[in-house]
């Protein structure tokens, strides 16, 4: 049973291109959370997503960054017109359930980290 | 608001040596407690996780946390540390909200392990 996968590992971008980060999560699992870690921070929530639904997108900036969790393949995190600003690494967690109690356990993915130059 | 406090941002400690690291927590209700770790370059892995019942819980890799509700505390222990044990480790507490955790963390305690 593969962990959770994000690719690609590094992304590097020019100011004002789009960014397209992906996410699959671990077999059985339909509860997708992104998390952003800026240099020297811990991690920051920014959206959860079950399949063909957002949840909690509180963490999220209001523009140009979105989030989908489709039927079918892998959660995408995209970042338009990216600015330095955007250069962190990006977290992808999943769970077999999303509700409060034992099974609560979130797996994490090795991250994608942006560079936005 | 809800926060996580890990009040030392690096620790160093030699070979063998026992170690603590500390976290405070803000939260309203009994929380739902985890440590994490972050090896250069990767993920996060679950050292260990307190939902209910014994206050001290045991984790993977030799580590233990002890929930304190009076200091609003869950300090991670590990009686010898080994070289490998250098990461950074984040507290989390998990928010039940709307149906479900959301996971807020600490910045984190970088730990160099000196030979």
């Known amino acids: 049973n593969a962990g959770v996968m994000q690719n690609p590992r590094h992304l590097v971008r020019r100011r004002g291109q789009e960014a397209r980060l992906r996410c699959s999560p671990m077999k059985g699992h339909s509860h997708v959370y992104w998390y952003r870690q800026l240099p020297e921070e811990g991690l920051k929530f920014m959206v959860y997503l079950q399949k063909e639904n957002i949840i909690d997108e509180s963490g999220m900036p209001k523009e140009r960054f979105s989030a989908e969790f489709p039927k079918e393949g892998p959660s995408i995190l995209r970042i338009q017109q990216v600015v330095r600003g955007d250069s962190a690494a990006y977290f992808c967690a999943s769970s077999q359930y999303g509700t409060g109690g034992l099974n609560t356990e979130a797996f994490f993915g090795q991250g994608t980290r942006l560079t936005v130059v | 608001a809800q926060s996580v406090t890990q009040p030392d941002i690096h620790i160093t400690v030699s070979e063998g040596a026992s170690l603590e690291l500390r976290c405070n927590y803000s939260?309203?209700?009994?929380?739902?407690l985890f440590w994490y770790v972050q090896s250069p370059g990767q993920g996060l892995q679950l050292l260990l996780k307190y939902f209910s019942g014994d206050t001290l819980v045991q984790g993977i890799k030799g580590f233990e946390a002890e929930f304190k509700r009076s200091q609003s505390s869950f300090n991670l222990r590990k009686p010898s540390v080994h070289w490998s044990d250098a990461a950074e480790y984040f507290c989390a507490v998990g928010l039940f909200s709307g149906g479900y955790n959301k996971l807020i963390f600490g910045a984190g305690t970088r730990l160099a392990v000196h030979p």
């Open positions: 939260y309203g209700a009994t929380p739902y």
